[in-house]
């Protein structure tokens, strides 16, 4: 099965991921992101951060999830090799997710070619069927 799909978009970045489960497509959908600034594929999972995000429905979730890639890009020049473990769930009141990115820190060996800014919810999709896919925009 293909991860992701990055898709033509006028002024931003726009991207489909897909998996069997929504863990999956959510996971794929990360790599998506970093594949907009970096070659994901040659980073190696030497460094682990820990996430958990909560949202009032699947779209904020996965817009926050998203959200802390680029949050330690800038912060830690973590760059993002691997999502591991995770797992959303229900809340009272919305949904949680947990997740273990790994991957290294920015060094001369990688090569940055994009800037995501940041998630948007415009012309966000989660659709079921036969799996998962999202659809996420981002600024640039």
């Not at 951060?49 to 998203?66: M, N, P, Y």
């Not at 989660?126 to 999202?134: A, M, Y």
């Amino acid at each position: 099965m293909e991860r992701y799909r990055i898709l033509p978009h006028t002024a931003d970045g726009k991207f489909q991921a897909f998996g069997k489960t929504l863990e999956e497509a959510f996971g794929n959908a990360a790599l998506a992101l970093a594949s907009l600034m970096w070659d994901w594929v040659a980073v190696e999972p030497k460094i682990k951060h820990s996430v958990q995000v909560t949202g009032i429905d699947r779209e904020q979730l996965l817009v926050k999830f998203l959200g802390e890639v680029i949050y330690l890009f800038e912060t830690r020049q973590f760059l993002l090799g691997r999502v591991d473990g995770l797992r959303v769930r229900p809340l009272p009141g919305g949904v949680g997710l947990e997740a273990v990115f790994a991957g290294e820190n920015l060094s001369p060996r990688h090569e940055l070619f994009g800037e995501v800014k940041a998630v948007t919810s415009n012309d966000m999709k989660i659709e079921e069927c036969d799996g998962f896919t999202v659809q996420v925009v981002v600024d640039m």
